[in-house]
């Protein structure tokens, strides 16, 4: 009798868990536009050093990245952002592509060296803050909301060579600037305000792994002529954080009374599972969120850096005196996340930790990186399906997890998913028209849109999603092979092409039924975690 009634409920399960993975599997395929609350901004992303090409042209500057690109070994095939797609050439013609799409945001950056290329020390350069109102005014008129990045990894030179650039506080000052004169100039149309793009990827990428200006690091986690991966992000981080509320409390004293916009900052934001099902992993797993994405909010939105870092890193994590403290805490109006998956993390206290494929990072026994690897793989098997990104793996769960994480953590502030992306496989051995009917991109866009909508049914207040990235482009160290876009350029002619992905944003922005229909039943991401 017994074995009988257990024999009903392990049916009864497998049938409800059928029934719910069916049904997520369903409301993936479906997702609308309709499902978003009013108002709810669906954007795409680029920044200035990866489009806008014209690196010495009308005035500019050369900036961090020009130097870096022009430097032999650093970038895949010797590739630079001399050209990029030549957007500053082809802006109207990119604001047409973003209207055919029907875009209702658009979300750049400003170069730096374009605007002001020696810093506080030179002038203005006219020609470039023409550009970018051209550029606002061209968005505008096709009701295209402006959301402008300040600085997106680039900055001038110049300022690299006198101070050694983030690692001086001075850089807070310069910063903030430029921060001023992108308000002078754009701030009565552009409402949406970025200080600055992922901060905590600045940190990993230029001064913990090295792959980034100024390429300096340590061992084990690189190796680099200068540097140091233990302290040296820190610095940065700090500099950057107070660079931020600098610029905030110019905005909020002397333009948002008139112009009445948002200012926020935009971290990286990964999701974070334990490798293995036991308390260890589950503290690693929660203490790589705080030391990668709490890193920034925390001080931003609380006033300090998380107690698990000072925890853990002790001395070696800055300290805000009582007037930064009240400086920073409260200096957004919005979070921005840019999301684009999901790893295990691994402790390293209680256990040794090796890394043995792609996807790990190095480091797990050092603080700077909270004593954990985090990685792609358990077992041999991938978290979720693999990009062309070592380590971005396909989990759209994770992002109404992230989502939730945030919503909680800062008790429910305004958000907005700044990036989403997904770059394709085998981008060097595919052809063009392979790389134009992407199907994948376009099962993940709706697949992670279903879980964003999942997170504001639970009760997160986000109002926009921006899918990176509107065309492809130089994707940092990884040059143009990466390719993230919904348009496809041709590095030829540098034409646009648009890809199945565009097509299907457009339609799912109309609500139009050949939503599902064009792009193949056949490739889903299961909205799962259990791989
Ligand atoms: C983000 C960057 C963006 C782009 C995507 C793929 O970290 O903000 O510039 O490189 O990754």
């Known amino acids: 009798m017994k074995s009988r009634s257990n024999y009903f409920s392990c049916f009864f399960l497998l049938c409800l868990l059928l029934f719910v993975s069916v049904n997520s599997l369903e409301e993936q395929h479906n997702v609308k536009s309709s499902q978003f609350p009013d108002g709810f901004l669906f954007g795409a992303t680029t920044s200035a050093y990866q489009i806008e090409g014209a690196f010495l042209e009308d005035g500019k500057g050369l900036s961090n990245w020009d130097v870096f690109s022009h430097t032999k070994g650093r970038i895949k095939n010797g590739d630079n952002g001399d050209i990029a797609d030549d957007h500053y050439h082809r802006f109207q013609e990119d604001v047409e592509l973003m ?9 750049f950056s400003i170069s730096w060296s374009r605007v002001v290329p020696r810093g506080r020390s030179g002038k203005v350069n006219f020609a470039g803050v023409t550009f970018y109102s051209k550029l606002i005014d061209s968005l505008l008129l096709k009701g295209i909301t402006p959301f402008v990045t300040v600085s997106h990894h680039d900055h001038p030179q110049e300022l690299e060579e006198r101070y050694g650039g983030w690692l001086d506080p001075i850089m807070q000052e310069e910063f903030t600037h ?60 700090h500099n950057m954080l107070l660079a931020h509320a600098k610029a905030a409390k110019l905005y909020r004293d002397h333009f948002q009374p008139k112009h009445g916009g948002l200012i926020g900052i935009v971290a990286n934001a990964f999701m974070y599972k334990p490798l293995r099902d036991n308390d260890f992993d589950r503290d690693a797993a929660n203490r790589a969120l705080v030391f990668t994405t709490a890193w920034v909010f925390d001080p931003l939105v609380l006033g300090d850096y998380p107690p698990e870092m000072r925890k853990y890193l002790g001395s070696l994590l800055p300290r805000f005196t009582s007037d930064e403290r009240n400086l920073i805490k409260n200096s957004i109006d919005f979070i921005g996340i840019n999301h684009y998956g999901t790893l295990y993390a691994k402790d390293c206290i209680y256990s040794s930790c090796v890394c043995s494929d792609s996807s790990c990072t190095a480091g797990g026994d050092h603080p700077i990186h909270g004593y954990l690897i985090t990685l792609g793989e358990k077992d041999g098997v991938s978290i979720g399906e693999r990009t062309g990104m070592p380590r971005f793996f396909v989990v759209p769960k994770g992002m109404e997890e992230v989502v939730d994480y945030m919503k909680k953590r800062y008790h429910n502030k305004p958000m907005f998913v700044t990036e989403n992306g997904y770059s394709s496989l085998n981008p060097t051995t595919a052809q063009a028209d392979e790389l134009q009917h992407d199907t994948k991109r376009v099962e993940f866009h709706k697949a992670y849109l279903a879980s964003l909508a999942q997170a504001i049914r639970n009760g997160a207040d986000v109002r926009g999603y921006f899918i990176w990235s509107l065309m492809d482009n130089f994707e940092w160290a990884r040059g143009y092979e990466m390719k993230f876009g919904l348009y496809y350029v041709d590095r030829a002619t540098l034409d646009r092409v648009p890809k199945l992905s565009a097509k299907w944003y457009r339609d ?20 799962t975690q259990s791989r």
């Open 99 to 107: 209207h055919s799409i029907g875009l209702t945001a658009y979300r």
């Open 178 to 237: 430029f921060a001023q004169i992108c308000f002078e100039r754009f701030g009565d149309r552009v409402k949406h305000w970025i200080t600055i793009n992922e901060p905590n990827i600045l940190a990993e990428m230029g001064y913990v792994t090295g792959n980034y200006p100024p390429a300096h690091c340590s061992r084990p986690f690189g190796n680099c002529s200068a540097g140091n991966s233990d302290t040296e992000p820190l610095i940065v981080m």
């Open 508 to 527: 799912f922005l109309t609500n139009s039924s050949l939503n599902g229909e064009e792009t193949g039943k056949a490739i889903s991401f299961k909205n």
